[in-house]
């Protein structure tokens, strides 16, 4: 049982991380980014190519994931959502998009980084071992406990800063924030930008424990929608609740369930369609949006 | 006013040098040769590892004048076309080969895929060429199908068998993604471990393809103690994670695939970890590699930045394409003719030492040589590298 909580919070950890920056950007933009997944890959294969191909430390790699893909989210949004919100009022057109970008993001990565699967050698070495009763890498634990720093200095950020307090009247109330003088073309790509450079930090922090490849994206993303699903879509807590429970299910099914077959994916969706019956919202998400 | 009359002559002279070869080669007539498989998502490395052999050796080819068969030199083009590991993007691309008048293909690469295609194969006039182990492809009445790989059914229980008496194996678990392929070569590697008289400590335990943390998936199988690990038709994308997982839980048993492995991707995901790990390979071994599969890893390097070891086995194909259709040139648009050249055909193996054939095999398995003859490689992997553990030959 304790092996099953422990990988239950070291999944539900990862999972938050990544589906934070997915709801970050619904909330403020009303976007589904289907390439959210792809830009989480972009991430990991940035970090690959930094420490591995380049020689450099994890450090920097992370850095550079961060920093690159923030750019590849500023750039995303001003050059093709902005315009195409501008124009469009209907939400299928900026679904379209986010599809379209996944599917270039692939190409790109394709063409820049190869077919392979890639991977960083473990930054530590190691197991904890607790008497045959947990047993975890320690590279595992160090990543969670990334991960969970980083959830921790995201709501920091989020609550305290100016910025952060800018985006959360933002997703709050789009024109009463304008009214009040939110500048919200600037504040919609610093939004967008964090989203993608979270995705990127995810990206890069997982490549040294699952490596990366070309078509972890699309399957990326579908678990990220099903995190924000859980939890409401636009909420933070709600993002991070999705993950911890997602990433809990996962574990105790694939352990209690696994005499049965691979029949664990198929109880969560058959019990998230339940719940989305009751409560349509998620956790913590409003009825009305 | 010299030196431009210099420059236009230069001009000139160089315009005609360049194109010399490629007026040489525009006077050959073009071969195509079709390539049906997985080239984007997590399997994409089986695929590209394909194509790339095929894009390789026709450039090569090419290069040297093209290939005469008959009366008529022929220059190899290939004809690409991705299916996604989905079946119906398979059916699609089959017909999209029958459109292009194309009788040779290459692929599918997976199991579901080889089965969808083979209605389109045989009203189309198409022999393919899948890296599939369906036994129904390729036994009587199907005729249109040749295996250009050794099938798990054929690597497995030799692997087995040797573990078994060399090292003592006793308890085998299997381990699978959750799709037809793996599921399939699960289900055949536990006949065979049983015909073997191992004891299948654990048999059902399958992941999906996309996860991305194999430790809850591998806790209830470690538990079980087995001596062999085997991770059934894995992916070269899950090998290392798996591999990682099952050694950090403390497993310090035997770990084999029947699949092909890339060693550089094993070294990235899994480190000193994948130690030991026994995986089939391919014909690019030092003791039996000649020196021209050593200049096709150099070609497909210099072409593509990388080499592939999946290529090892994948380079075989359009040889055997080519070589054939040479022994019996009436066969470049009948396929009914291939067929009939395949029980007596024996040419020179350029890509190994020695006087080793290419020559169609699999009466033992199938009733009918409907499979390529390349060598069982059997490897472990040591050092960053692979190994061999043993060599051995399928009739």
């Known amino acids: ?289 | 006013m010299h030196k431009r009359t210099f420059l236009k002559f230069s001009a000139l002279a160089a315009a005609t040098v360049l194109s010399m070869p490629l007026m040489a080669h525009a006077e050959n007539a073009t071969l195509k040769i079709g390539f049906v498989g997985v080239t984007s998502g997590p399997a994409a490395a089986w695929g590209i590892s394909n194509q790339r052999s095929m894009e390789t050796r026709a450039a090569w080819l090419n290069e040297l004048g093209g290939v005469k068969i008959g009366d008529k030199t022929y220059n190899i083009q290939i004809v690409p076309f991705d299916d996604q590991k989905d079946p119906k993007r398979a059916i699609a691309g089959m017909e999209k080969m029958a459109q292009d008048g194309v009788h040779y293909v290459v692929g599918p690469n997976v199991d579901d895929g080889a089965a969808a295609v083979r209605p389109v194969a045989e009203q189309n006039g198409i022999m393919y060429f899948p890296y599939a182990f369906p036994k129904e492809l390729f036994t009587a009445p199907a005729s249109n199908a040749i295996l250009g790989m050794v099938a798990n059914y054929q690597s497995g229980p030799a692997i087995y068998k040797y573990l078994k008496e060399n090292k003592g194996v006793k308890k085998v678990a299997f381990v699978a993604a959750n799709e037809s392929d793996p599921l399939s070569q699960r289900e055949s590697g536990i006949a065979a471990a049983q015909a073997l008289d191992l004891e299948v400590v654990s048999g059902n335990v399958t992941y999906q393809v996309d996860t991305t943390d194999f430790t809850p998936v591998l806790l209830p199988v470690i538990q079980a103690s087995p001596d062999l690990l085997v991770l059934s038709g894995v992916s070269p994308a899950n090998a290392p994670q798996l591999i990682r997982s099952a050694r950090e839980l403390g497993y310090t048993g035997f770990i084999s695939t029947e699949t092909g492995q890339d060693a550089t991707v094993l070294q990235e995901g899994a480190g000193e970890l994948a130690e030991g790990f026994i995986s089939v390979g391919g014909a690019s071994t030092p003791e039996l590699a000649s020196d021209t599969m050593k200049e096709f890893v150099d070609r497909y390097t210099k072409m593509f930045g990388e080499y592939n070891d999946e290529s090892n086995t994948k380079v075989y194909a359009l040889e055997y394409i080519i070589e054939t259709l040479k022994a019996n040139p009436a066969a470049i648009d009948n396929v009914e003719e291939y067929k009939k050249t395949m029980d007596t055909f024996e040419a020179a193996n350029p890509f190994m030492k020695g006087d080793a054939k290419l020559k169609y095999v699999g009466m033992t398995s199938f009733g009918q040589k409907r499979q390529v003859s390349v060598p069982l490689v059997v490897n472990e992997f040591k050092g960053g590298k692979f190994e061999t553990l043993f060599v051995g030959q399928v009739d």
């Open chain 1, 1 to 289: 049982m304790e092996q099953i909580i422990a990988n239950g919070l070291y999944l539900g950890a990862q999972y938050a991380l990544i589906a934070l920056g997915l709801t970050l950007i619904f909330s403020l933009m009303n976007v589904l980014n289907f390439a959210h997944g792809q830009m989480y890959v972009f991430g990991g294969f940035v970090t690959y190519t930094v420490v591995v191909q380049l020689g450099l430390p994890f450090i920097v790699g992370l850095f550079a994931s961060a920093i690159v893909l923030a750019i590849m989210g500023a750039a995303i949004e001003k050059f093709l959502f902005a315009p195409v919100i501008r124009r469009s009022k209907r939400d299928e057109s900026t679904m379209l998009l986010a599809a379209g970008i996944a599917f270039f993001l692939d190409a790109v990565i394709l063409l820049a980084f190869g077919e392979k699967q890639r991977g960083v050698p473990k930054i530590v070495n190691g197991v904890f071992n607790w008497d045959m009763r947990i047993i975890m890498p320690y590279d595992r634990i160090l990543i969670g406990v990334l991960a969970i720093l980083l959830i921790v200095v995201f709501i920091g950020f989020m609550n305290y800063s100016r910025t952060g307090r800018a985006m959360r009247a933002l997703a709050q109330d789009k024109m009463a924030a304008q009214l009040m003088g939110v500048n919200v073309a600037r504040y919609s790509m610093i939004g967008f930008a964090l989203g993608a450079m979270l995705a990127g930090l995810v990206g890069g922090l997982l490549v040294t424990i699952t490596g990366v490849n070309l078509g972890m994206g699309g399957p990326t993303s579908v678990k990220a929608f099903l995190m924000i699903m859980i939890g409401g879509a636009g909420v933070i807590s709600g993002a991070i609740a999705g993950g911890f429970i997602l990433g809990m299910m996962e574990s105790v099914g694939l352990t209690v369930l696994s005499a049965y077959g691979d029949i664990t994916y198929l109880v969560i969706f058959a019990t998230l369609m339940v719940f989305l019956a009751v409560r349509p919202q998620g956790l913590m998400g409003k009825p009305w949006g």
